[in-house]
């Protein structure tokens, strides 16, 4: 072989080694990230607090480290309802909570929280993330500085605690009771004061008299709450958040800023806590229940058909109303009633008609 060809291979193998070391060295290290992300639940709640907490972990890990979530309960950094505040300021990137408490600034946040006769867990995901639902968020939050994402979800709600029975809506007129949202309003309709409290200030207004009747989650938040020793009437279904959406809201700016990587491995994190919590949810209510009622005392009612109607009439006339604060709320009104409508009709004759079968044969 001629020298030269030798000298010319061996200067193309050591050219395919050093070609190899580069495709295979490891990307430069960007640059470690300090995030503070505020929350509107208390530390170490459970499911609320506990899936907020999760995610802030699962980002930290996911990153190896390099996204360092600084998690600040409600009240350590800033009280639960200034979290949409301290991030549309930039003071922090990230909150975790329900869109509802923002109804005071916008009516069209109650939709991606949940409304009355709104929609289930499975319904909501279809909406956001097929219905449209996602486009209208963004332009909703975008409008306050936000960039919004599912990150947890309770599934349908118990309808309150109660000191006495509920046999008619006339039962409701001049009762106190604690339900933030539009099912805050309906209750307004209906003659109630519906009055807005975050989760930790709860109990001590039951305990006292300042309210008369709460809704909260369901049996596991519910008995962690321990709301049995001032009401022990625990009504169902609650018309108010048949599938209530939590979720994470950014400082759209600092989102932006971010490289897709990132954000793909935030919404990994977010959609993943969205499925964990659920779940969490459907395993730990039913023992809770059992336990309230066979060892707290507690009266476990349902809502009477007629009382389900009357609900039903206000909840028109409030949708009617928050129609009409802007095009944008009507049309995130018109898309969630769109999505129901075809979603809803599905579930009829599938999950629904499934369940009720099971259940009949089985007698559950």
């Not at 020298?3 to 395919?16: A, E, F, S, T, Y």
């Not at 909406?127 to 990150?151: A, H, T, V």
């Not at 994190?269 to 969490?280: F, G, I, T, Y």
Request: net charge negative; hydrophobic share 40%.
């Amino acid at each position: 072989m001629d020298r030269r060809d030798v000298i010319k291979k061996g200067l193309i193998g050591v050219g395919g080694v050093a070609a190899a070391s580069v495709i295979s060295a490891p990307a430069i290290a960007r640059e470690r990230m300090e995030v503070n992300m505020v929350s509107t639940w208390g530390r170490d709640f459970p499911g609320l607090g506990t899936g907020a907490q999760r995610f802030a972990k699962r980002v930290t890990d996911m990153s190896d480290g390099r996204i360092q979530i600084n998690y600040y309960a409600s009240g350590e950094r800033v009280k639960a309802f200034d979290s949409f505040d301290e991030v549309a300021s930039g003071n922090a990137q990230i909150y975790h909570g329900a869109e509802y408490y923002w109804k005071g600034k916008n009516p069209g946040f109650a939709y991606f929280t949940s409304v009355p006769f709104g929609l289930t867990y499975t319904e909501m995901n279809a909406w956001i993330r097929f219905g449209g639902g996602q486009e209208l968020w963004d332009k909703l939050s975008g409008e306050y500085g936000i960039k919004g994402l599912m990150c947890g979800n309770t599934g349908v709600q118990m309808g309150g605690w109660f000191r006495k029975e509920i046999n008619s809506a006339d039962d409701l007129k001049g009762l106190k009771m604690r339900m933030p949202g539009l099912g805050g309003d309906v209750l307004a309709k209906l003659g109630g004061s519906p009055v807005s409290l975050p989760g930790t200030q709860i109990y001590e207004n039951l305990i006292s008299g300042s309210i008369d009747a709460t809704e909260w989650v369901g049996p596991w938040n519910d008995q962690f709450m321990k709301f049995y020793e001032a009401a022990k009437y625990y009504y169902y279904p609650g018309m108010h958040e048949p599938g209530a959406m939590l979720s994470i809201g950014m400082n759209k700016s600092w989102w932006e800023g971010l490289t897709k990587a990132d954000q793909l491995m935030i919404n990994a994190a977010a959609s993943m806590e969205n499925d964990v919590m659920m779940s969490e949810y459907n395993a730990k209510n039913g023992a809770a229940l059992r336990q309230l009622v066979d060892e707290q005392g507690v009266k476990l009612r349902a809502f009477s058909d007629d009382i389900y109607d009357s609900f039903g009439e206000a909840a028109e006339e409030v949708f009617a109303e928050t129609r009409e604060h802007s095009p944008l709320v009507a049309k995130i009104h018109d898309s969630f009633v769109h999505s129901r409508k075809e979603v809803g009709s599905w579930a009829r004759i599938s999950d629904q008609a499934y369940v009720s079968q099971r259940n009949r044969v089985l007698g559950l």
